[in-house]
């Protein structure tokens, strides 16, 4: 069982509409990340919230738009997707200390047609 | 870029066999943490290694951690059919939360 919950597991969006991916962790953890993971490629960093704060972006299309709403949610939410999007899209969290494990969501797969 | 090599690709073996992935870079690595992902599932974390020739044992699996802190393996000791999955080095920067860049991960099949 993960600790880290996902919603939805999976979603078929069409190019021109818009939904959200809902991350959700009570593990008190202060850090939070998004991935996005393509097949048999390892996963790659999209954002970095620490604190509730965006800390990292990693040159992410503006079609992919993070939001922290507090300690424990994670939302990604997206609008006008390309096809090349279509991925597995990771959500972690971990402690805010030096050499902390992060702790992963099971993921929602993301198909857009 | 930081970059993380990670050799071999891929790994079949018959059940009993032993199995090592690397994990190799350019550059002086923070820390090294080591996941698992298994087929159809996420990424979990396994263990960290964060001390220059440090080794770390669990069970069959053997981590350990170059004197340069470069390179780093993961051996396991007689696979079973539970180890099939893909392992995945990651170089961990610290900073308070931990920016993880992934190897390309090496997929294990074991046949029994």
């Known amino acids: 069982d993960t600790e880290v919950t996902q919603t939805p597991k999976h979603l078929v969006m069409g190019m021109t509409n818009k939904k959200s991916l809902k991350c959700e962790q009570h593990?008190?953890?202060?850090?939070m990340y998004w991935y996005k993971q393509k097949a048999k490629k390892p996963p790659e960093l999209m954002f970095v919230?620490?604190?509730?704060?965006?800390?990292i972006n990693e040159s992410v299309p503006s079609r992919f738009s993070p939001e922290c709403p507090n300690s424990s949610l994670l939302n990604l939410h997206l609008h006008a997707l390309q096809p090349e999007d279509s991925a597995l899209y990771l959500c972690?969290?971990?402690?805010?200390?030096?050499?902390?494990?992060?702790?992963f969501g099971d993921g929602t797969r993301l198909s857009i047609l | 870029g930081q970059q993380v090599m990670q050799i071999p690709q891929y790994q079949h073996v018959q059940e009993g066999e032993d199995f090592t992935t690397y994990c190799n870079s350019s550059?002086?690595?923070?820390?090294i943490q080591w996941y698992k992902q298994r087929p159809g599932g996420h990424p979990v974390f396994l263990i960290q290694l964060v001390k220059s020739g440090e080794v770390k044992k669990q069970k069959r699996l053997t981590f350990q951690f170059g004197e340069a802190k470069k390179n780093s393996s993961l051996h396991i000791t007689a696979t079973q059919t539970t180890d099939v999955g893909t392992y995945f080095c990651?170089?961990?920067?610290?900073?308070?939360?931990?920016?993880?860049?992934f190897g390309a991960g090496t997929r294990l099949a074991v046949h029994p």
């Open positions: 990651a170089d961990a920067f610290s900073g308070g939360y931990n920016k993880l860049i």
């Open positions: 972690a969290s971990s402690q805010i200390r030096d050499h902390q494990p992060q702790h």
């Open positions: 550059t002086t690595l923070s820390n």
């Open positions: 919230y620490s604190y509730e704060k965006l800390s």
């Open positions: 593990m008190g953890h202060r850090a």
